[in-house]
């Protein structure tokens, strides 16, 4: 009698603690009544190079001390036959951006089986690479990126990036059915989002945990955020953020950064967000929304793009004046 296979992703589940059911993280049908409403601020810009973030969402509310962060598949995932990610320097002049040289160097900082998290310095970058990365009581800084990676169907997963030197974040689910890889295209910045030559958060330091699967950002502003992953599937990745106060001077508290050059080239083409006790959802091209208030706002695209094609949309909610957990209570 032949032996029962094993199911490797319910190894991977009871091994990591992340739900990898739809259940576990579907959104609420209606609007919860402790939802904060935000504003959003844009501060997009016209461009023509593809590989340029142009487009600028930034959340503003003193009251926020919570929100949830998703990357979710776009609706066209299941129509495509070949990817694009290769970049597009096409009208791109990157001549005068500022180059801080570096000893390249790569570096794992903890690994299991089921997850490891790496770092990499490069050559150069537009930013000093100063900020030290804690996992456990080994502490390493000069790090450029951090990856965190997943195993799942025998294949190592990267799920989540971060760049040190300027706070950007970059999220992306499970690929997609038989899919064997999609792309990262917008990212997001969590913290006081502040202007030096171009928007960051500055961070003071960054601790790991392995076993909350969690980030602790500590600013040079002042203040903290953890960023938890509540969970990840071939659909979606959900991240909770808390935060230990106000920003300072009325700082957005988070940032959406990605690239628009047309509909047919960019990583994020519209908006569509809905306001406290509305009726429904309003939509805009990223370029032309004025801003609104908001509890919840989606980013992403309808239309196949030539760039980043399988990108994941991304999700701004659950707003919150206090932290929450997993399951939103």
């Not at 601020?41 to 509310?61: G, H, M, Q, R, T």
């Not at 990262?184 to 699967?213: K, M």
Request: aromatic fraction near 12%; charged fraction near 25%.
């Amino acid at each position: 009698m032949l032996s029962r296979p094993i199911d490797r992703r319910r190894l991977l589940v009871a091994a990591s603690g992340l739900a990898l059911t739809k259940s576990a993280f579907a959104e609420a049908p209606h609007e919860a009544e402790d939802d904060l409403q935000v504003r959003i601020e844009n501060k997009s810009a016209p461009e023509l190079c593809a590989e340029k973030d142009n487009i600028e969402l930034d959340f503003v509310s003193p009251r926020v001390r919570a929100m949830r962060v998703q990357a979710i598949h776009p609706s066209y995932i299941g129509m495509i036959g070949s990817d694009r990610w290769a970049p597009d320097w096409t009208s791109c002049d990157l001549s005068h951006d500022p180059k801080f040289a570096a000893d390249a160097r790569r570096l794992t900082f903890w690994e299991t089986p089921e997850f490891w998290l790496v770092g990499y310095t490069f050559p150069s970058f537009w930013r000093p690479n100063d900020v030290p990365i804690r996992v456990g009581d080994r502490v390493e800084k000069g790090f450029h990126l951090v990856q965190l990676w997943m195993l799942y169907r025998e294949r190592a997963e990267e799920i989540l990036v971060f760049y040190p030197p300027d706070g950007y974040w970059r999220a992306r689910p499970l690929p997609f059915e038989d899919m064997r890889w999609t792309a990262y295209g917008s990212s997001f910045l969590i913290g006081p989002v502040e202007t030096q030559e171009r928007p960051i958060v500055a961070l003071q330091s960054v601790i790991f945990d392995p076993q909350t699967r969690s980030f602790t950002l500590s600013f040079k502003r002042g203040g903290e955020a953890r960023l938890r992953i509540a969970s990840i599937d071939q659909d979606r990745i959900v991240l909770d953020v808390s935060y230990s106060d106000a920003m300072p001077d009325n700082l957005p508290f988070a940032s959406l950064r990605s690239m628009y050059t047309t509909q047919s080239m960019s990583d994020a083409a519209l908006v569509a967000w809905r306001a406290k006790r509305g009726n429904g959802w309003q939509e805009s091209p990223v370029i032309g929304f004025r801003g609104a208030p908001a509890t919840e706002i989606w980013v992403g695209r309808h239309m196949p793009s030539r760039h980043n094609l399988s990108a994941p949309d991304m999700v701004f909610g659950r707003f919150r004046a206090a932290a929450t957990t997993a399951s939103g209570k």
